[in-house]
């Protein structure tokens, strides 16, 4: 996969989970600069 960059969505399984949270995929939005995301090659 390559350098995410921001408000990009991806799918993602958000495991493990506590207590009576749901098991399942969900969309989340890298929220992160670029710079920052460049720097953590995240």
């Known amino acids: ?3 995410v960059k ?3 969505v991806y799918l993602v399984r958000l495991d ?3 207590g009576s949270e ?8 890298i929220v ?3 710079e920052l995301n ?3 090659r995240t």
Request: positive net charge; charged residues 20%; contains cysteine.
């Open 1 to 3: 996969m390559g350098m």
């Open 16 to 18: 493990p989970t506590l």
């Open 22 to 29: 749901i098991q399942k995929t969900r969309p989340c939005v």
């Open 38 to 40: 460049r720097a953590l």
């Open 6 to 8: 921001q408000f990009e």
């Open 32 to 34: 992160s600069p670029d």
